[in-house]
């Protein structure tokens, strides 16, 4: 249903004033964080700094034998999250050898550049690095030479960071991922969806874990998948010639990124594998944000979450299919810990799903992600829908100008969440029905809901991968189009995501707070 807003020109003023008069309250709130109202916070500081937009790849190739795998030159580090004062080491392979050079960004907003050179290394001397067997469970686990270690530089802000490759012989690119963490109190942190970037990562042509050998989209056990390799070219919804080497985070995570740094938010940045590791920082930041598609998650992840919530800590999921797979960690080759994992079982009740092929065989038992999330991938899983508002009085929705049935054009996708989980206090915020393609309904319902925490706190749902899409649109940025069709930034999303920003500063009782 098309939003209830005056007719055009008047709509278009509206939605301008409204973005306007938006944008002046949040900024007013978010700059300062934990840090005092006199003093802006290192995200601010940061975004201050000049940028630059040579962090965008300008010439990639993919392999057509491979599908997804530049050969020319790939990489991947020993470390995705590490703290400023660590090492991190760098694996490169050209092919033909080739000398190449290692250029080093954080993401972030910089005057809409999206992104700061932090340093330029190299050139180095390419080698043409050996391609890893086949091994158990399908498993494969590069050991490449190291090309160089760089010792995380004190004053490096936690974020994203891209190594952008390029080889000097032929001047083609491709990037390495990595993040810089902290353990600061912050408003915020920012949880990147690295397990699910490795899950579907294919390099070096069908190797993700939704490849069994016989089935391109396979859904069961007994597939390792490993960090110990290059990310291949994004293998779904469109081709993304910036995911060469980058994960999925340039896809649905940056948007969200992009903007809360743009307005100022003190927000600090860390892995899944941080959360699934660390509890106790958790506990640092007034609220915690699953961004993007979250599909893969540990039981370690589910507890420490849980109890970060037990413990007042806010939590919005503006992620979907989240908390679905779940997976376990093993060594590698090498005997280091959590370096591969595989699929072990599904966070959902026997056929709460539409089970697809093979995943009938995975365990399926508690906890449920719906009690935690407050709905949970639900069949059939796919599809797109309008994000319609059904509690228009609600605080989400204060200074939106929506009303009951309003809708926001194709927000809800690809993959969303339904099912609610039966939560004292949990309200049902924007649902409707989903669809395969316009005007051919699926038979899904996605449900967005908030459920009360023990100690004042809450959890959001978005319930869609998308919600970045309402929000920016960074340099380079590729809208989807599948099932439906989101229509980019939209004042009315930017307004909801503040108002739940700023009612995760001003509630809960975690360590994060004043209180």
């Known amino acids: ?110 005057g ?26 399908r498993r494969r686990d590069c050991e490449w030479t190291s090309c160089t270690t760089l010792r995380i530089p004190r004053d490096w802000l936690s974020g994203v960071y891209l190594g952008k490759l390029t080889e000097l012989q032929g001047g083609l690119q491709s990037y390495v991922v990595f993040l810089v963490r902290d353990d600061r109190r912050a408003d915020f942190l920012f949880q990147c969806s690295d397990h699910t970037w490795q899950a579907y990562n294919r390099w070096p042509d069908h190797f993700s874990l939704y490849d069994d050998g016989k089935n391109e989209w396979y859904w069961g056990g007994g597939v390792q998948v490993g960090f110990n390799r290059p990310y291949g070219r994004y ?46 920082g958790l506990r640092r930041a007034r609220g915690f944000l699953s961004v993007g598609h979250d599909e893969y998650w540990t039981p370690e992840m589910f507890r420490n979450v849980q109890g970060a919530v037990r413990d007042g800590v806010n939590v919005a999921f503006l992620s979907g299919n989240t908390c679905c797979g779940r997976i376990a960690f093993s060594p590698d080759g090498a005997g280091r810990p959590d370096r591969l994992f595989e699929r072990t079982g599904v966070f959902g009740p026997p056929g709460g799903t539409r089970d697809f092929v093979a995943m009938a065989s995975l365990a399926h038992e508690r906890p449920y992600a719906n009690e935690l999330v407050g709905a949970h991938s639900t069949g059939p899983v796919t599809g797109g829908a309008d994000w319609t508002c059904v509690q228009p009085g609600h605080w989400l929705f204060a200074g939106t100008g929506m009303r009951q049935g309003d809708g926001i054009p194709g927000l809800v996708g690809w993959e969303w969440h339904g ?12 649902s409707g029905p989903t669809q395969e393609a316009p005007g051919k309904p699926n038979g899904g319902v996605f449900t967005a809901t908030v459920y009360p925490g023990p100690k004042g706190n809450f959890v959001f749902n978005a319930a869609t991968i998308w919600w970045g899409d309402g929000l920016s649109e960074p340099p380079g940025y590729l809208r989807p189009q599948v099932y439906t069709a989101p229509q980019g930034p939209d004042p009315r999303v930017q307004q909801i995501t503040r108002n739940l920003l700023e009612r995760m500063r001003e509630s809960g009782n975690g360590p994060g707070s004043d209180a």
Not at 239 to 259: I, K, T
């Open 1 to 110: 249903m098309p939003p209830s807003l005056p007719p055009d020109p008047d709509r278009r003023g509206f939605l301008k004033g409204l973005a306007a008069a938006s944008s002046a309250a949040a900024l007013g709130g978010c700059t300062t964080g934990v840090h005092g109202p006199d003093a802006p916070n290192p995200v601010v500081l940061e975004n201050r700094r000049p940028g630059t937009r040579d962090w965008m790849l300008t010439r990639t190739r993919v392999d057509p034998a491979t599908r997804w795998r530049c050969p020319w030159i790939e990489g991947y580090v020993s470390r995705l999250s590490l703290r400023a004062g660590e090492q991190l080491s760098f694996f490169v392979s050209t092919r033909p050898e080739s000398d190449f050079t290692l250029e080093i960004f954080r993401l972030g907003w910089y």
């Open 112 to 137: 809409g550049d999206g992104g700061r050179r932090m340093a330029s290394l190299g050139p180095f001397p390419g080698r043409a690095q050996p391609d890893p067997p086949v091994g158990p469970k």
């Open 235 to 280: 293998c779904q919804i469109f081709d993304a010639p910036l995911s060469q080497g980058s994960g999925e985070f340039l896809l649905w995570e940056f948007p969200v990124a992009y903007w809360m740094e743009q307005q100022g938010c003190d927000l600090t940045y860390i892995s899944n594998h941080d959360t699934h590791a660390d509890a106790s």
């Open 419 to 430: 099912d609610p989980a039966p939560i004292p206090g949990l309200e049902i915020v924007a």
